[in-house]
């Protein structure tokens, strides 16, 4: 059995080192992957299986397990997309002769919105740090930061001083497949940015030398799951109670940029999304809190 999960493993790690060297994927990306084959090799294992030899009637095994065990259809989606690339690299690459995911139907998907925060309740989560203090004021440089650019978690706490001009008021973004945008980070953000920089930035880091623009206490990056934490922090100080995910204040970044008439196509480049299908689900976003505006306020509404 330890021979099997030894092989399960040096297959998997050679089909990621195949699809980062293809398509630039983010360790991220590689890591849900990972999981994901590791999860079903050892399912396998149990059966004296292993990924290789892995037939159609046990991956439909495996999925109906998952979902009697609870999982989403969102879930079982992305899981049936991991097997299927996987097993695609395996036919590409000849190690395997027939596809066993190729006639696995996948779970159909509702269009789910991304949650969002109205104006008013951003702006109690930004005022929510403590700014007379160094860790508030690098907090609310932070949020501020992500507010007005868009950014994803990762791409905010990976943050370098260098990826930063402070005259042009840009901050330059390596994104999902190494892709490189420039987006503008508005004079109220620039501010809180230039101000965190000038009196809390030294004291967080001390003695202590650091490249990254927002560090720990421990002057290296923050983790998404750090930050993740600061946000609910934040958020129950400010009194909103919604349901948030880390990248609630990405999604009222477009969100309101549409609602202020920003065109469709500048909010995909802002935002980093390769397709504008991705950005499209922003416009539903806007056009309901059209329709309950109307509905508030219109006197036949």
Do not use: C
């Amino acid at each position: 059995m330890k021979a099997m999960l030894e092989k399960d493993e040096a297959l998997v790690e050679r089909f990621l080192d195949a699809l980062w060297l293809e398509r630039g994927l983010s360790e991220n990306t590689l890591s849900a992957y990972r999981s994901d084959l590791q999860a079903l090799s050892l399912w396998l294992q149990e059966k004296g299986l292993d990924l290789h030899a892995a037939a159609r009637h046990d991956l439909l095994y495996y999925l109906q397990q998952r979902v009697e065990q609870g999982a989403s259809p969102r879930s079982s989606a992305r899981l049936l997309s991991s097997l299927r690339r996987f097993y695609r690299y395996l036919v590409r690459e000849r190690l395997l002769e027939e596809d066993p995911s190729a006639r696995i139907e996948a779970p159909k998907l509702g269009r789910s919105l991304p949650k969002s925060l109205t104006e008013e309740e951003v702006e109690r989560l930004l005022a929510a740090p403590l700014t007379a203090e160094a860790l508030g004021l690098r907090d609310r440089a932070m949020l501020e930061v992500l507010y007005a650019s868009g950014l994803r978690v990762t791409e905010l706490v990976s943050l370098l001083l260098p990826q930063v001009n402070l005259q042009q008021g840009l901050v330059k973004i390596i994104g999902k497949g190494n892709k490189e945008r420039l987006v503008p980070l508005g004079e109220e953000a620039l501010n809180w940015l230039e101000r965190y920089l000038r009196e809390a930035r030294g004291v967080l880091l001390g003695a202590r030398q650091s490249e990254v623009l927002f560090p720990s206490r421990r002057g290296t990056a923050m983790s998404r799951q750090a930050f993740w934490q600061l946000i609910k922090r934040y958020a129950l100080k400010a009194q909103i109670d919604k349901p948030l995910s880390p990248h609630t204040l990405r999604h009222a970044f477009a969100t309101h940029l549409l609602n202020h008439g920003a065109d469709l196509r500048v909010v995909q480049l802002l935002l980093g999304h390769s397709s504008l299908s991705t950005t499209q689900i922003y416009t539903h976003v806007a056009r309901e809190r059209l329709k309950s505006l109307h509905a508030m306020h219109h006197p036949r509404g």
